[in-house]
């Protein structure tokens, strides 16, 4: 298995630009998370989905930020407006089941963003 | 009060030692927790989980559950270099089916 696929793996951008950010989960995984690093705030959790449809998104910073799951393959997030403060580590994770349940939870390699 | 807390270290140890990694959490309906480890610039993964007061030993690793005192730790043996990492706790909080993490325990094994 590939494992948690994101891309792209190192952005750059000037504020105010908008920045995707993308996903492919495990295959047959049916959670989908994203979560933010940073040194300040440790991992935060922004949203997560269970068969594509957005369940908690209380944790999204602002209106600035938006995810989409089109399908079970594939999930976007976006910022647009950036802004310096949105530089971070951003991880996709998934799983199957919850982890509520005690099922894993599987992250990809981040894509580090920064917004200068 | 966060809802998960770890102490940020960094922790040193010398080589052959035990690691002693601590976590308190909020909520005390809270069932499944985890250890992380994640080393610089690579991903979180998952180490161990418990779900039972107790110790739950996995090799080298032995995680410990309070759930009166909302505690969880986690312990090192023969602590190796390669050990070196930031260690997460995650917690189901209750009504939640996503981890809540820690922000993570920096581990420094000495040479």
């Known amino acids: 298995d590939a494992g948690v696929i994101q891309s792209p793996r190192h952005e750059v951008t000037e504020m105010g630009q908008e920045v995707t950010l993308r996903c492919k989960p495990i295959?047959?995984?049916?959670?989908l998370f994203w979560y933010r690093q940073t040194m300040m705030r440790g991992l935060e959790l922004l949203i997560y989905f269970n068969n594509n449809v957005p369940i908690d998104d209380s944790g999204m910073p602002e209106d600035r930020f938006s995810a989409k799951m089109p399908n079970a393959s594939f999930s976007t997030l976006k910022i647009q407006p950036s802004e310096p403060r949105d530089s971070a580590v951003y991880f996709c994770?998934?799983?199957?089941?919850?982890?509520?349940?005690?099922?894993?939870?599987?992250f990809g390699e981040g894509s580090w963003l920064t917004v200068v | 009060q966060k809802e998960v807390e770890q102490n940020s270290g960094p922790l040193s140890v010398p080589e052959g030692a035990i690691a002693s990694l601590n976590c308190t959490y909020s909520?005390?309906?809270?069932?499944?927790f985890f250890w992380y480890r994640q080393y610089s610039g690579k991903s979180p993964e998952l180490i161990m989980s418990i779900y039972s007061n107790g110790d739950k030993e996995d090799g080298r690793f032995t995680a410990q559950l309070n759930k009166a005192s909302q505690y969880v730790s986690l312990l090192i043996r023969d602590s190796q270099p390669s050990d070196s990492a930031t260690y997460l706790c995650?917690?189901?909080?209750?009504?939640?089916?996503?981890?809540?993490f820690g922000s993570g325990t920096r581990l420094q094994v000495q040479p």
């Open positions: 995650a917690v189901n909080l209750t009504g939640r089916r996503a981890l809540t």
């Open positions: 909520d005390r309906g809270s069932q499944s």
């Open positions: 994770a998934s799983s199957f089941g919850s982890p509520s349940s005690g099922n894993t939870i599987y």
């Open positions: 295959s047959g995984h049916d959670y």
